[in-house]
C-alpha cells in the first residue's frame, strides 16, 4: 500500500509540474464582475438626483429600515422552490417595467398567498383610469396562463414619484 | 372531543348539584350542618343526570371556513366594486365611468386572450398541482383533420357550425355511415345556433351584439334591453341545413324531433314547429318534456283569440299526460309566460296552474312569481284592489335563498319593484329589498344595467314615500358605492329636501351632484338655484349657499371641451343674485348683475328694489345711481319708481340730482 501512495503522489507531481508550465496558467472569466459592495447602492454625487426611500437605503437596511420586496415561505427550513420563484420574480418585474412603462414610481412588490400571486405596484397617474385597468386586466390574464395560478394585481397611484431625499 | 364531553359532563354534574343544594336548602329551612357540607362535597347521586348525545362529526366542505369569514363581513359602503383598484384616482365616480373601466378591463382581458391562444406553444409548461384546465391555453382549430366520425364529434364540441355540417356532407357523400347519436348531436348544434357560425368572442375585431347565451358572460356589461331583438335577428330560414339533415334521416326519433322543434321554435317559424309535432304523431313517436315545452311557448303566436291559446294550451297539456311525459318547472314557467298574452283568461287561469304543479311536487321558481306578478300587474294599467298579490306573493318567497333555474330569474327584482313603485307601496319594496340579502339572491338581480334600474326604482320610491332621514340614510348607504343616480332621481331627491324644509342640505347635495357628472344639467342647476333663492335662511346656512352659488356660477364660465355649455337664463341669473344679497355679498351680486348686460337678460323689477334696498343699508350713493342707470339702459318700467325711491332714501348732492332729473325726463319721454 505504501509503494502504492508513493507512485500516486510521484504521479501528481508530475501532472502538476506539467500544469504549472505557462500554457496551463489563463483564467477565463466569463461573467460580469457584480461586486457585492456595489449593489443596489446609489452613491452620494452632486446633490441634484432625486432619490426614493426604496432606492436610499442600502441592502444591509433590508429588515431594519426597509421591507422585502418579494415575499415567500420558500426561504423557511424544508421548503423548496426558492430559485424558481427568483426567475418568476425576475420576469414578473421586468414584464410589470415594460407593460406599464414609465408609469412605475418604485419597485414592484411581489406577494405570494397560498397560490396566489399578487402583484402590488405604485404608479404615477401619467395614464388614464381606462388604460390603466385595460393594462391591469392584460396582465392578470397573461400571467395568470403563463404561472397557472391566479395573479391580482393591487394597484395604488401617486402625482408624481415621491422623492426621498436628493443624492 | 373527548375532553370536551367530560368538561360539559362535570360542569352539567356541578349545575344540578348547585340546583340540588338550593333545593334542599329551600326545603330545609333550619340548616343542619352535616346535610349541608355532605351536599356540597359530594355531587349529588340521585340527580336527574340527562343523557350527553355526543353528535356525529360534520364533514365540512373546502371553503367552509370560507364561507363563515365571509358572512361576518357586511358590505362596505365606502368602497367601489370589488372589480375596481382602491384608489381615489382610479375609482368610478360617474355611471358612464363605471361603464367604462370594467369594459377596457374586459377588453385587456381580450386582449390576453388572444395572444396567449395565438401562441399556444408558450404557455404549455403545467406548474399547477392539481391540473387548473382553465389556465390552459384553448385549441382553437380542429385537430382532427379526416374525414370522420371522430372529427365530426370534434368540431360539434368546438361549435363550429358550418364545418361541421360540411363534414357531415363530406362524410355522406363518401358513404360512411353516421350514428344516429352523432347526427342527433349535429341536429342540437344547427338548431341552437340557428345556422350560424356563434361569434367568436377572443377575435378583437369581432362585434360582440350577435354572441348567443353560451358566450354571453364576458359581454354582458352591455345594456342588455335588446336581448331578444338581438336573438331574433337571425330568423328560421326554408330548407336551411337543419332540415336537410333531418329529411335525410331514415329513422328520426323523439331527439331529432325534439331538436328541430325546439330550432323551429327559437327562431320563430311556429307554425312549421305544429306541423313537425304532427310529423311526429304521426310517426307514433313520444315527444319529450322540453318539446312540450317549446311548443307551449310557442303556442300564443299561433293563436290570436285569448280563449284559443289557452284551449291549444291546454290541450298539450293533455296530450302530455297521455304520452306520460312529467312536467318540470320549465313548463310551469312557459305556461305562465304564455298566460301573459292571454289577458283575462290568464288572471283566471294562473293561480289553478301553479296549484296543479304544486300537486306534482313542482315548486315554483322566481321566474314563475315574476311571471305571475306580470299577467296582474300590466305595466301602465289600473290597479283595482290587486296589491294583496305581490303581497302574498312575498309572504311565499320572503327568507328562501333561490338558485337560477329559469333564464327569468333575473326579471322577478326588477318587475316586483316596478309593481312597488306603481302602487306606491314602501312595505313591499322593504321586503323585496330584504329578499335580497338572504343567502344567494344577490346572483339573480341581473347585470349592470338591470341592477342600476332597480336601483333607480327603488330610490325613486323612497324619496316619494319616506322622509328626508330615511332617505338620507339609504342615500348614504346606496351612493356611489352601489348606484350612481341619474338626474331625474336626484331632482327627486331635492324635492324631498324642500317638503321636509332641509335646504340646508343643498350645498352637499351640489358637490355630489358635481362629482356624478350631473352639474352641467341645466334644468337641474336651476332648479338648485331657484330653491336656494326661494327664502331666507339663517346666517351660516346662507353663507354656505353663497359659496355654492358662486361655484354654480363657475360651471357656467368656462366650459371645458366636450362638456355640455349651459347657458344663463333671466331666471337663473335673478336667484343667484338674491342668494348673493341675502348673504350680504354686494360685490360679487354687483358682477353678476353686469352679466344680464353681456347675456341679454333682462332683470326683473322685484329684483332692482331688492338691490336697492341692500345698497341703502351701505349709504354707497354712487353704486344706486348706477343701478338706476342699469334700470334706464333696459328701458325697464319700473324705472321712475327706482328714481323716486333714491331721491327719497339718499342724501344726494346737487350733480346727482340734476342727473336724476335728466334721466326722469329721458324715461318720462320714452313712455
Redesign the interface.
Known sequence: MATSLVRKTKLLSMVSSQLNSAACFRNIHCTAACLKNRAARIRVAKGDKPVTYEQAYHPHHIGHRKGWLSQHTSNLQGEDGAAERVVEDVFIRRFMYGTFHGCLADEVVIKRRG?LLLICAVMI?KLL??????????????L??????PVK?????VEEKVVYKYL | MASSCSQALRHHVCKSSRILRVHLQKAWPNRSFVLNSAADQQPAVSSPVEEIVIPKKKTWSKEAVLQALASTVNRDPTASDYR????P??T?KTSS?FK???L??????N???Y??STYPK??QK???QPH?PC???ETLEAQIEEVSEAALIERIQMRKVKAAVDLYDQLQQAGTPVSLDVTNQLLDLICFYGDCDPAQENVPEQRNEETEDVQDEPQTKKGRASKASDKLKAAWKENNNAERIFALLSEPNTHSYSALIRGMVKYGAYSKAFSTYTDLLNNQLKADVSTFNALITAAPEVKEKYNEKWELIVDLLKQMAEQKVKPNLLTLNAVLKALRRCGTVGKSQAFPVISEMRALSIDPSLASYNHLLSIFYKPGAPFQGQTDILQEVMNEVSGKSFTPQDPDDAQFFITAVRICLDTKDIEQAYRVHELLGVGENWRLLGNDFQQNIYHARFFSLLCMMENIDVVLKWYRDLVPSVYYPSSNVMRDLLQVLDTDNRLDLIPQIWKDLKQLGHGNRQTLVEELLTLMAREKQNQEVQETFAECALDIKKMYDTGDRGKVMMSWTAGSLSDLVSVLLAAQRRQDAWEILKLFKTHNRVPSEELLDKFLTCIKESGDVNQALELVQISAGFCLPGTPKLIQRVQQEFLLSEQQKSMLSDLEIQTFNSD
Open positions: 397560490n397617474q383610469p381606462s388604460k390603466f385597468y385595460f393594462l391591469i386586466g392584460y396582465t392578470e390574464e397573461l395568470s396562463h403563463f404561472y397557472k395560478c394585481i393591487e394597484m395604488q397611484t | 375596481f383598484q382602491d384608489d384616482y382610479l368610478p365611468e367604462l373601466f370594467s377596457s378591463q374586459e377588453s385587456g382581458r386582449a390576453a386572450k395572444f396567449i408558450y404557455f403545467d406548474y399547477a387548473i389556465l390552459m391555453p
